[in-house]
């Protein structure tokens, strides 16, 4: 239960277990940004407008239990671990939209979870720009909701990455804060390409 309460307190709308509804789409559209390979492991879902949170809800994991009603020819009947890779605008509160196969409205229940990732939390830098610091990190065990560099707050994009406009000396000090509380930070390089290990 600590982690929901802290959930709650970074401003997630979360809550132990949810009653809500599914629906289905078949285009890896990606407000994440996340790269098409990345969580194999995971069923990947679309979050409602209210609780995207300037994509803060990226990378949530969750638990769905289809409960077999609703409307439709294929019922959702199925339990899987799930995580957030995007935004469904025209989505409610307790509605996710699936990246599967199916068709229909149905009900389900849903958990979030912490994420119990294999791989090391991760970072990548995509900007060359001396003038403007834009950073992802991945693999975290609940979303990120704070980080500095240099001291410094960055600006959460809408695209999932943390931005800073500022000239900065390299290396970097990059510290982050997850929304159950637990802090991070490491050193970042000029011209570190790819994913590199937190």
């Known amino acids: 239960m600590k982690s929901l309460f802290i959930f709650a307190t970074f401003g997630l709308i979360i809550s132990a ?21 990345m969580y194999p492991d995971f069923l990947k879902v679309a979050i409602s407008g209210q609780n995207w949170n300037n994509s803060v809800a990226c990378g949530s994991c969750l638990t ?32 996710y939209d699936l990246l599967m196969e199916g068709n229909g409205i149905w009900d389900m229940e849903y958990e979030i979870i912490p994420c119990n990732h294999q791989l090391p939390i991760q970072y990548r830098t995509v900007s060359n720009n ?14 990120v909701y704070n980080l500095k560099v240099n001291g410094i707050e960055c600006q959460k994009s809408f695209d999932n ?33 790819g994913f590199k290990n937190f």
């Open 17 to 37: 277990e949810n009653s809500g509804i599914i629906t289905f789409y078949s285009n890896l559209n990606n407000a994440c940004q996340f790269e098409e390979n």
């Open 130 to 143: 001396p003038f403007y610091f834009k950073i992802q990190i991945i693999n975290t065990v609940v979303p």
């Open 64 to 95: 769905i239990n289809g409960k077999g009603s609703g409307i439709g020819t294929t019922p959702f009947v199925e339990f899987y671990n799930a995580i957030v890779i995007n935004l469904c605008s025209e989505c409610e509160n307790h509605h």
């Open 161 to 193: 990455f943390w931005v800073l406009n500022k000239l900065l000396d390299y290396p970097l000090n990059v510290e982050f804060l997850l929304t159950d509380g637990s802090w991070y930070s490491s050193q970042v390089f000029q011209n570190d390409d």
